[in-house]
């Protein structure tokens, strides 16, 4: 029971992708569990030797009774500015690591600002936003600075060359109506202007036009690197896309269930008259915060963290090590 995982959400469309690759790796003892047990049920009849357990982040008893024994809590339902702090909570009382898959700014700032200390003292790992928002930036960020004191500053370009929402994103961005935090002048402050510009994202992105958009990558890396100014640019077709009611969500069209969406992630790291870049390219926004949150998972059962309390996944893991373990078929990295 000491390697039992937990995956809260794990019917929704991110959930399933890490349930699978779970189950790919080897993970038996997996506990799905949700809010909604027939859609549990479901899934349960595609992965019929696995645990399933009903439990509503309103209901704490429900959500320990579920969690009890688990090493680690997957949390893939959001939006997580609802559910992050009850999972969290729940984590804390039955002594489960946590790892969640938050965009949202708000929520991973309140995770470190609200249990940092608690998780610290409970000897466990908080893992916010280990996904592509949050957790990728924040990686490729630590590996190109690694051997920096500071940095001038950090920028962030995230090119799709389409973006078809889930449900879920869409839910996400009807309950954030938070205004949205850059990082400036080493501190946290609003997004005073949008700002645009061309970026070329080479193939198969190429060139597009980015707007600033600070995702939760601006609170992830802002919490660890020494960094003057930090900035997040998204590609404007994506964000039509997101805005597009009529946009279709995601459809399978291979063996993993990918749907054909590219992305390209690349960062820019300025320190005095130098820059370095660090760029990371694959298929299905979605699909590839699987073999990142399972990664983590990884590392913390095989005891290959580096701290305990909340962290982000650079803060956690050695960064340059995490994304070379990473296999070329869901993401390819290039200096």
């Not at 908080?126 to 004191?149: H, M, R, S």
């Not at 500053?153 to 994103?169: A, F, N, R």
């Not at 900035?231 to 997101?242: A, G, I, V």
Request: overall charge negative; glycine content about 6%; hydrophobic content about 40%.
């Amino acid at each position: 029971m000491k390697n039992r995982i937990a995956i809260y959400g794990a019917y929704g469309h991110t959930g399933k992708f890490i349930v699978a690759e779970l189950y790919r790796q080897g993970y038996k003892n997996l506990l799905l569990s949700g809010r909604d047990l027939e859609k549990l049920l479901v899934l349960n009849n595609v992965f019929p030797d696995l645990e399933v357990k009903a439990a509503d982040i309103h209901e704490p008893a429900s959500l320990d009774n579920a969690f009890s024994g688990a090493a680690i809590i997957i949390n893939c339902a959001g939006p997580y500015l609802d559910t992050a702090a009850p999972i969290v909570k729940s984590a804390l009382r039955t002594g489960s690591h946590y790892i969640d898959l938050a965009a949202e700014q708000k929520a991973v700032l309140d995770i470190f600002e609200e249990f940092s200390e608690q998780a610290e003292d409970k000897n466990i790992l908080v893992i916010p936003a280990a996904a592509f928002y949050g957790g990728l930036a924040d990686l490729l960020a630590a590996v190109i600075t690694d051997d920096w004191d500071y940095t001038d500053e950090i920028d962030v370009y995230i090119g799709l060359d389409s973006w078809h929402p889930t449900k879920g994103t869409r839910l996400t961005g009807d309950r954030n109506h938070y205004k949205r935090l850059t990082f400036k002048d080493n501190r946290l402050q609003e997004l005073e202007q949008t700002l645009s510009k061309e970026w070329d994202f080479k193939i198969p992105i190429g060139r597009k036009e980015v707007v600033s958009l600070p995702l939760s990558e601006i609170i992830t890396i802002s919490r660890h690197l020494n960094v003057n100014t930090i900035n997040t640019y998204l590609s404007r077709n994506s964000l039509d896309d997101l805005r597009n009611d009529s946009t279709p969500e995601p459809k399978p069209v291979d063996e993993k269930n990918r749907s054909s969406q590219r992305f390209c992630v690349e960062v820019v790291a300025r320190k005095d008259d130098i820059e370095r870049k660090i760029a990371a390219q694959g298929q299905d926004i979605y699909a590839v915060t699987a073999p990142l949150v399972v990664e983590a998972v990884n590392r913390i059962l095989s005891r290959k963290s580096k701290r305990k309390g909340v962290a982000t996944l650079a803060e956690a893991f050695t960064a340059g090590d995490f994304l070379k373990s990473l296999q070329e078929d869901d993401i390819i990295i290039s200096l």
